[in-house]
DNA sequence: GGTCAAAATTGACTGTGTCAAAACTGCCCG
DNA sequence: CGGGCAGTTTTGACACAGTCAATTTTGACC
């Protein structure tokens, strides 16, 4: 269950080490996990798939030379939404957004209707070469939402 | 000419404080600044009008106490780009967005066509309440990008 | 299996921002 | 026009996220 892993790695021109498989596979099913969730993860638990793959040690330095290693070989994504630490996740090149939760910082995807990047262009791009719009939209989730907003007021 | 910013900030229930009315002139010709170049701007020099409003000593907490009063106030707006520290504006209101160069850091405001928030609906909302779309357009300016790129290739 | 560049560890350190308690000061009131 | 006090500011310690540089370890090719 590791190959796949060790070959896409390797496909991208980096050496499979058993710290750079551990954070990808500890980035499934936690997307937008920050670097110390990560660390966490990884440390305390074997990687969860009940196979032979048994976590690693893994220092915060090598964790953060690991998140900018695949980031740069576009195998994640790091995202920066305000107030918060930095957040990775698995799903790119798809020029995906984001939704946050001001009160309780809960993120979402959002599929970009255009799908590659920039999906949205600036009236007056100041010189500018662009290549991506990011769009992080602001709110509260279901939960957050105090009940008398439930629906929205009729006035 | 300090006096409109005295009543600015009484207008908003805010108390006129030296401190305040410091960050509020240091903000203005120099939007995007960051606490540490207010912090700079404050202490090591008067507020450049030329009359009498000097500046006030002003400690690191006070200036962070400031900021979020001033924000809170919608007076001012803070935005805090990926791999930036927090940077605050006057411009307030208008639901603008930015454009910022990867390489040099160089911010831009970016009219938003639309001009309230949020000017843009994501395609599912996910059960949020949406109040705001934040977009941030990342490129190079034309100082950072490369002189072979100044013109679009033409293949 | 040997070799060596690539990658990981170690430990100190920096920048940005926060907490809590004490001191000060605008501004309202008499 | 001076007292009083809630609202502000200062002080100093501290926390968090991330970085730097030097050393050690390791993956992968021969």
């Known amino acids: 269950m590791d190959q796949p892993v060790s070959e896409l790695l390797r496909t991208r021109g980096l050496r499979s080490t058993a710290q750079r498989r551990a954070v990808l596979t500890a980035l499934h099913g936690h997307a937008h996990s920050t670097a110390a969730e990560l660390e966490h993860r990884i440390q305390s638990a074997d990687d969860g798939s009940g196979t032979s793959g048994t976590s690693p040690r893994l220092s915060r330095q090598g964790l953060y030379n690991v998140l900018e290693d695949l980031s740069r070989a576009a195998l994640i994504r790091c995202i920066e939404p305000a107030g918060s630490p930095a957040r990775y996740e698995l799903r790119v090149g798809d020029n995906h957004h984001h939704l946050v939760c001001r009160s309780c910082g809960r993120i979402k995807d959002v599929d970009c209707s255009v799908g590659r990047a920039p999906c949205l ?24 939402r105090p009940a008398t907003a439930q629906r929205p007021p009729r006035h």
């Open 121 to 144: 262009e600036p009236g007056d791009d100041a010189g500018f070469s662009i290549d991506e719009a990011e769009i992080t939209w602001w709110g509260l989730c279901a939960d957050c």
